[in-house]
């Protein structure tokens, strides 16, 4: 394996694509946000290149002529071969389980604010986004969250596996993050029940790498652009 990784993503907004930023600046891993250099047309064209084994839709990491896509085969990916999942297989898949179940949550926050057709704009589907968000915030949220806060009683110690960090405790962060942003009012009620989620959320963010990034201007600012949008009317306490 040489060179640099490439990240392609869209340029402009966090997204799925941070999930994958957040591991590789918290494990120091050299790569070139792709998309943010050579803009959209280049991901398109190397997307197209890359038929008929191209991924579906990006973030996609590529290397020395191959591509991984999605955000939990990235991180896998990079947890075999970075050291940023546990060297147990049994906890390797058990990490693996647990961002399969973050794309779980992240697929249906989206889906809040995009319940009819993810390519029709949020306010041509605002009466079914506002129906939708009742539900997400009082019964599914709280299912995913007691689920996180959970493996964040499973081992001892400051991270999910124990020890030391893995890409889940970057991914939780980030989920963290984003909830707290899309729906503040919802968060702030049911943060008592989830110290062991903030405590990670703040541990992730006294990393080295992640500090720094935190403190840049490559971490762009969530928006309503992204998977995580804050629009009033779908939060309440």
């Known amino acids: 394996m040489s060179g640099v990784y490439k990240l392609w993503y869209w340029p402009t907004i966090q997204g799925r694509g941070e999930f994958v930023r957040l591991a590789l600046e918290a494990g120091g891993i050299d790569y070139e946000d792709s998309a943010r250099v050579h803009g959209v047309e280049a991901m398109l064209a190397d997307m197209t290149a890359r038929q008929p084994r191209a991924p579906f839709a990006p973030p996609y990491l590529a290397l020395d002529g191959h591509a991984v896509a999605q955000v939990a085969d990235i991180l896998l990916y990079l947890g075999d071969r970075h050291g940023l999942a546990p060297s147990s297989i049994a906890e390797r898949y058990w990490v693996h389980q647990l961002q399969l179940t973050v794309a779980d949550l992240v697929a249906e926050a989206h889906n809040v604010h995009h319940p009819v057709a993810a390519m029709a704009y949020y306010e041509e589907q605002r009466p079914e986004a506002a129906r939708a968000a009742a539900p997400f915030r009082d019964e599914r949220l709280p299912k995913f969250l007691d689920h996180f806060e959970a493996a964040t009683r499973a081992s001892s110690g400051e991270w999910v596996t124990g020890g030391r960090w893995s890409y889940v405790d970057t991914s939780l962060f980030q989920v963290m993050a984003g909830l707290r942003y899309a729906f503040p009012r919802r968060m ?36 309503e652009e992204g998977i995580f949008r804050h629009y009033p009317e779908l939060d309440a306490a």
Request: glycine letters at 12%.
């Open 188 to 223: 702030a009620t049911l943060a008592p029940r989830y110290p062991g989620l903030a405590a990670l959320h703040d541990s992730v963010a006294a990393l080295a790498g992640v500090s720094t990034y935190l403190a840049g201007a490559r971490r762009l600012p969530f928006g």
